[in-house]
């Protein structure tokens, strides 16, 4: 084995950084290198705006500090900064939807257990891969391998094979044409972008299944286009590449979904006047209208007035296509005058987090690096939570995670807490969460107060000063 690890520059995606924590971890194995060490020699392989921003977590922590993280909590780091949910949810997508194809079992097991490992949340606890690894077999052999009631994967593979060869036999399944071809570059991960076309796929030339074999698991089924590939930035366009070009300002150094530009590239072409007119002001977030901020938005006051405490009627009718929410960055001058705005640092399930609390926000959310270290396993939603950021994106938070233990000023509260990207907060805790203990904002103060029968008020102090640097907001749509 190659003790050379894969260097990574942030450009590569969710596969590229999964597939790079696995060389990585398979070469420390290789070498023995001491955990201790796995941080600072990972780090050295880093390039790029991966490498910037490593050394942005440096300046931060110190240079000992940051070599000294644990393993766990730097792949948490770099995930959360790299590995976007929406990549995950493709991934796990095309795992839910794999089938085999034909007699090829030895195909559909690699790619099985490929996508077991790049979906853990998927494939564990057992009970789960086992369902997910049936439930793609072909028919002739699925329900067979069910009634055995195995309870682990390795019973329940070399059970399909048996089956699958046994019914080449008996003629019921058509004969392996590739089984060679297919192991004789089993020593490499093999994405095959044709697996589900037909048994032709598999008598492609070996320069052919050498290009495929680079291919992704999102990318299953192949490109169809007329484009060719281009091999700066693995994707099939015409013209130049465009790679770390952002897509709405045709700006150079970084992506669409962190462009700040006022206007997108069209609107700069289209309206240079009106641009000029509006110099630096910016839209209200509410209504889309100039000369007012959210805050003041009319639209807003009317809504808070004619809605309060309809938070749960609401939530409750969207039951069907799943929780909305809307979601958008505002500055730190603003953060210090928004009277909707407390933030602080508090204990969650015994470890000290930074927590907004936002009489904006229409539910409690949590950040995805801190769910991890919480106490209670996340739930499974019945539907999805989306959240709409300024940029137009999306955030689904899938699961939910219930009775987590918030510490206020001596006293501790339960609070449910979706799990979500979020920006230099931890933890935003919203309406749902403030009116079930009748909790206000107090303006000046810039504290929390929460009634109490019998006894006087809770009064739960927040920053006063300038600590605040940047603050995501959710907001109900």
């Not at 399930?349 to 995805?368: E, K, M």
């Not at 739930?379 to 300024?390: F, N, Q, R």
């Amino acid at each position: 084995m190659d003790c050379k690890p894969l260097p990574f520059n942030g450009t590569e995606g969710a596969i590229g950084l999964l597939h790079w924590i696995e060389k990585v971890e398979a070469v420390f194995a290789v070498c023995e290198c001491p955990p201790a060490n796995w941080v600072k020699f990972a780090t050295g392989t880093l390039e790029g705006s991966a490498l910037s921003w490593w050394k942005a977590q440096i300046q931060m922590l110190g240079l000992e500090t940051a070599n000294a993280t644990a393993w766990e909590d730097f792949k948490d780091m770099i995930k959360e900064e790299y590995c976007h949910r929406d990549d995950i949810h493709k991934l796990e997508d095309e795992y839910y939807g794999l089938k085999m194809v034909g007699s090829e079992i030895e195909t559909y097991t690699k790619l099985s257990n490929d996508y077991a490992a790049l979906c853990p949340n998927m494939s564990r606890p057992m009970y789960r891969r086992i369902e997910l690894y049936i439930k793609g077999l072909v028919p002739e052999i699925r329900s067979h391998v069910t009634s055995a009631n195995l309870t682990t994967i390795q019973p329940v593979v070399r059970l399909a094979h048996k089956l699958t060869n046994q019914a080449v036999e008996e003629g019921k399944l058509p004969k392996r044409i590739s089984v060679a071809e297919g192991t004789s570059s089993e020593g490499k991960r093999k994405w095959d972008g044709n697996q589900g076309k037909d048994a032709n796929s598999t008598q492609a030339p070996a320069q052919q299944r050498k290009t495929e074999n680079n291919k992704g698991p999102q990318q299953q089924g192949g490109y169809r286009g007329s484009y060719p590939k281009c091999n700066k930035c693995n994707r099939h366009h015409n013209g130049a590449c465009n790679k770390g070009q952002c897509q709405r300002c045709n700006n150079m150094g970084h992506e669409a979904k962190d462009c700040r530009s006022q206007f997108p590239a069209r609107q700069n072409q289209q309206q240079p006047q009106q641009q000029q007119q509006q110099g630096n002001n910016r839209g209200c977030f509410k209504c889309g209208a100039t000369g007012h901020m959210r805050k003041d938005c009319p639209e807003l006051n009317q809504n808070r007035n004619n809605n309060q405490g309809a938070g749960n009627n609401e939530q409750n009718n969207n039951a069907g296509n799943g929780a909305r929410g809307r979601a958008f960055v505002i500055g730190a001058g603003e953060a210090r005058n928004d009277p909707n705005v407390v933030a602080g640092k508090f204990l969650l399930d015994d470890r000290y987090v930074s927590v907004l609390f936002n009489s904006g926000a229409d539910a409690s959310y949590v950040s995805l690096r801190i769910s991890k270290k919480l106490k209670h396993p996340p739930a499974l939603l019945s539907s999805k939570h989306i959240v709409e950021i300024a940029n137009g994106r999306n955030i689904e938070a899938s699961h939910v995670i219930h009775d987590c233990k918030l510490e206020l000023s001596g006293q501790t509260f339960s609070i449910d807490l979706f799990p979500v990207k979020l920006g230099s907060f931890d933890v935003v805790i919203g309406m749902d969460w403030l009116s079930k203990h009748r909790a206000e904002i107090l303006c000046q103060e810039k504290a929390v107060r929460i009634p109490r029968h019998p006894g006087k008020p809770l009064i739960i102090q927040g920053n006063k000063g300038g600590e605040v640097t940047g603050i995501i907001s959710l907001l109900k749509a």
